[in-house]
């Protein structure tokens, strides 16, 4: 069964840090993969995808992630986090004619 | 272009009462999906409708149903309320199963 894991379930970094995000996939074939923000009481926003070709994505907000498909990993980067990246972070896969399979999140807390 | 819509945003139902939540999707997106999140649970999948049709089910009792109607704005029906039925319940739209999903902003249901 396709599965989509974080490791992590509460990172904190301080402001001005760098931040690496994990995610690991289980999938028969490669999925889509996304990454997906949610701040507290709201709906999920989209950060970024990767469908196919290059494996380093960028995506809104300085985001960026790397898909490896030797380690099944997805993870998501940013150089220097600002106090209003905390929130919840989820990776996802999905595949055509299958439905989205999301991780448990991942806390996101930021030291001032 | 619009986001996703969810009505009504907040909710509050006594148990053994149902509810009706509604979403309408982004102009031209055929497929809605409904999740429920909470706490302890993270975001679980409840169903996913394309063109009318349910394409699948996520494993909740007969009590959760939904409907898809030809402008693609879908509804969601929880009958005999319960307790562990509070949650917050996200919509998305996408053009087709495995792509991205936009969600809505949430309705947030709470069972006394």
């Known amino acids: 069964a396709q599965s989509v894991t974080q490791p992590d379930i509460h990172i904190t970094v301080s402001e001005g840090a760098s931040l690496e995000l994990r995610c690991n996939y289980s999938y028969g074939a490669t999925p889509y993969l996304f990454w997906y923000v949610q701040s507290p009481g709201q709906g999920l926003q989209l950060l970024l995808k990767?469908?196919?070709?290059?494996?380093l994505v960028q995506g809104i907000k300085g985001f960026e992630a790397e898909f490896k498909r030797s380690q099944s990993s997805f993870n998501l980067r940013k150089p220097s986090v600002h106090w209003s990246d905390a929130a919840e972070y989820f990776c996802?896969?999905?595949?055509?004619?299958?439905?989205?399979?999301f991780g448990p999140g991942t806390r996101l807390s930021v030291l001032p | 272009k619009a986001g996703v819509t969810q009505t009504p945003r907040y909710l509050i139902k006594t148990r053994g009462q149902q509810v009706t939540l509604s979403c309408s999707p982004i102009?031209?997106?055929?497929?809605v999906s409904w999740y429920q999140q909470t706490p302890g649970q993270g975001l679980q999948f409840l169903f996913e409708?394309?063109?009318?049709?349910?394409?699948n089910k996520g494993n909740f009792p007969g009590r959760f149903s939904g409907r898809q109607f030809s402008n693609s704005r879908s509804e969601m029906n929880v009958s005999t309320l319960e307790l562990g039925d509070s949650a917050l319940y996200l919509c998305?739209?996408?053009?087709?199963?495995?792509?991205?999903?936009?969600f809505g902003p949430g309705t947030r249901l709470t069972v006394l």
């Open positions: 996802a896969g999905g595949n055509y004619g299958q439905n989205f399979v």
């Open positions: 990767y469908f196919s070709g290059d494996t």
């Open positions: 998305a739209s996408s053009i087709g199963q495995g792509n991205e999903q936009f």
């Open positions: 409708y394309f063109s009318e049709t349910q394409r």
């Open positions: 102009s031209g997106h055929r497929s």
